[in-house]
T-cell receptor, first 110, second 115 residues
Framework: GDSVTQMEGPVTLSEEAFLTINCTYT??????LFWYVQYPGEGLQLLLK?????DKGSNKGFEATYRKETTSFHLEKGSVQVSDSAVYFC?????????FGQGTTLQVKP | DAMVIQNPRYQVTQFGKPVTLSCSQT?????MYWYQQKSSQAPKLLFH???????NEADTPDNFQSRRPNTSFCFLDIRSPGLGDAAMYLC??????????????FGPGTRLLVL
């Protein structure tokens, strides 16, 4: 069945460092891909999405490119802030059901 | 702003005492979902409504029920909460059909504590 694998956390970075969170997926057909962010004690917020191969989703300085050849959707940000500290979930939707990765905790230190 | 609202944000109940969590949306979306999220885990889909059609996940315990009286509101009923049901409960919505891979928009969640 469909699945999503994320790099394990926690990821600890200093402020202004470059961020990469790896995400790979297994799916039949052409799923849509998403990154959601969850701040402590809150629900999930959509960060960005891509619906077809080579699409780049971007929001708030975060970017991810839908790579069908490598079945990946890695999240990147050029300069992280303390306020980016949160849990990041990669997810795919193929039949309407969201399939989540296990989540990656990001801690950004001043 | 259009949004997904969950009340209450925190709910404390006693072991075995029925509890109801509520969700409302101003997005006028067809589909509403309920997820359970335990600590340090990804959300787990319990069920969803496509308009008035109820769709239960195969592994959702019978203890969990849901009602959707109209487009805007959806309720999660836990008939006899156990200690293992303590979790964050997330409501989400999406537009159009279940098959269209539409984006799901989440509410802030209700954290349930079972004593």
């Amino acid at each position: 069945g469909d699945s999503v694998t994320q790099m394990e956390g926690p990821v600890t970075l200093s402020e202004e460092a470059f961020l990469t969170i790896n995400c790979t997926y297994t799916a039949t057909g052409y799923p849509s891909l998403f990154w959601y962010v969850q701040y402590p004690g809150e629900g999930l917020q959509l960060l960005l999405k891509a619906t077809k191969a080579d699409d780049k989703g971007s929001n708030k300085g975060f970017e991810a490119t839908y790579r069908k050849e490598t079945t990946s959707f890695h999240l990147e940000k050029g300069s992280v802030q303390v306020s980016d500290s949160a849990v990041y979930f990669c997810a795919l939707s193929n039949t309407g059901k969201l399939i989540f990765g296990q989540g990656t905790t990001l801690q950004v230190k001043p | 702003d259009a949004m997904v609202i969950q009340n209450p944000r925190y709910q404390v109940t006693q072991f075995g005492k029925p509890v109801t969590l509520s969700c409302s949306q101003t997005l006028n979306h067809n589909v509403m979902y309920w997820y359970q999220q335990k600590s340090s885990q990804a959300p787990k889909l319990l069920f969803h409504y496509y308009d008035k059609d109820f769709n239960n996940e195969a592994d959702t315990p019978d203890n969990f029920q849901s009602r959707r009286p109209n487009t805007s509101f959806c309720f999660l009923d836990i008939r006899s909460p156990g200690l293992g049901d303590a979790a964050m409960y997330l409501c989400a919505t999406s537009s159009r059909g279940w098959e269209t891979q539409e984006t799901q928009y989440f509410g802030p969640g209700t954290r349930l504590l079972v004593l």
